[in-house]
């Protein structure tokens, strides 16, 4: 099961981007075309040219605006060929250094979730869990997860970690899923879900950090044993 966008297929997006930038037929302020168009183009899913772009843009490649879609940045050509390469280059990473990371982040983000959150992050918070917790025993089930850590990272209210997590979280499950598939029970993850929503709902800071040093423990536990597997992501 197809669980996150492939490193393989995101690269060809983010390697055919940085060709046309080299070749100039695509210029700093000049627009990048539409994801669907793009995704016929190179044989890849919409998904997948959706994460090539959220990375160009967490790297500064590339903004979005409203009006205009998505442009390339206006930049000398040596300094958007270097980024982009850089942003090629990150996708090897040791899998528990990268797991050890993320827990860091969602430690600080629920922590401050707890503090920060407002009505209307609460709101949104609870749609992801009811959307998780549907989709629990589909295809779509880490997608959702994914979307549920990603509300309590947003409302955080601090656009760096739930950026960082937006880059590295996809990652992480992609080889978590690739060895593990399904493994922990649902009403075990369900259950440290709602706890974390409570614990956020409540304004219980070392609740929540708590609840979620359980939540990521099979995975903290999981990098350590299995890292030699593939020490590096492909």
């Known amino acids: 099961m197809n669980y996150a966008p492939s490193v393989s297929q995101v690269e060809t997006v983010l390697k055919y981007i940085k060709e046309q930038l080299y070749s100039g037929r695509l210029q700093p302020g000049e627009r990048l075309p539409a994801e669907r168009r793009l995704a016929e183009r190179l044989s890849v899913g919409r998904a997948h040219v959706r994460a090539a772009f959220q990375k160009l843009e967490f790297y500064g490649i590339v903004q979005t605006f409203p009006q205009s879609g998505t442009v390339v940045a206006q930049e000398k050509m040596q300094v958007l060929e270097r980024m982009i390469t850089d942003a090629l280059q990150i996708e090897q990473y040791d899998f528990a250094s990268l797991v050890y990371v993320r827990e860091l982040l969602e430690i600080e983000a629920v922590k401050l979730c707890a503090r920060n959150r407002t009505q209307e992050d609460l709101i949104v918070i609870e749609e992801a869990l009811r959307e998780c917790e549907e989709k629990f025993y589909t295809d779509e089930r880490v997608s959702k997860d994914f979307a549920y850590h990603q509300a309590l990272a947003r409302g955080a209210h601090n656009s760096v970690i739930a950026s960082l997590l937006l ?3 996809p990652d992480v499950l992609r080889y978590y899923q690739r060895y593990r598939v399904c493994s922990v029970p649902s009403d075990e993850v369900c259950f440290e879900h709602r706890e974390l929503l409570r614990c956020v709902r409540e304004k219980d800071e070392p609740a929540a950090v708590e ?13 350590k044993t299995n890292n030699h597997e593939n020490h590096f992501l492909e």
């Open 211 to 223: 609840m979620l040093r359980r939540h990521l423990s099979s995975l903290r536990e999981f990098s």
């Open 167 to 169: 880059v590295i979280t």
